[in-house]
Nanobody, 127 residues
Framework: QAQLVESGGGLVRAGDSLRLSCTGS????????MGWFRQAPGKDREFVGG?????????LYTDSVKGRFTISRDDASETVYLQMNSRLPEDTAVYYC???????????????????WGQGTQVTVSS
């Protein structure tokens, strides 16, 4: 059974850095577009960023995290990372990773495009 598991969440102070990891199992995701989403209390789940499948080397970020967050992947370990720098209190949310089984190069931002989801990891940024 295909599964994604996030880790690395926690409580950080504003300005600190944090790296989230998302590891896949049950099938390979190395060729698939992978996305990171987040959901703050009382808000809809929103697209944070994504990375194309193996060999394409593309990333896409929502405007609010550009220049602060970086997504990378290590296909050998089936792991995708979300490096978060210059954290802001408004970054507080549950962060989810997701896999798009239909796309390998084009990074889509809509939730419905993603087929596999992790359970989420809480990130809290204190001011």
């Amino acid at each position: 059974q295909a599964q994604l598991v996030e880790s690395g969440g926690g409580l950080v102070r504003a300005g600190d850095s944090l790296r989230l990891s998302c590891t896949g199992s049950g099938r390979t995701f190395r060729n698939n577009v992978m996305g990171w989403f987040r959901q703050a209390p009382g808000k809809d789940r929103e697209f944070v960023g994504g990375i194309s499948g193996h060999g394409f080397g593309s990333t896409l970020y929502t405007d609010s995290v550009k220049g602060r967050f970086t997504i990378s992947r290590d296909d050998a370990s089936e792991t995708v990372y979300l490096q978060m720098n210059s954290r802001l209190p408004e970054d507080t949310a549950v962060y989810y990773c997701a896999a798009d089984r239909h796309h390998f190069r084009e990074i889509l931002t809509a939730r419905v495009e993603y087929d596999y989801w992790g359970q989420g990891t809480q990130v809290t940024v204190s001011s």
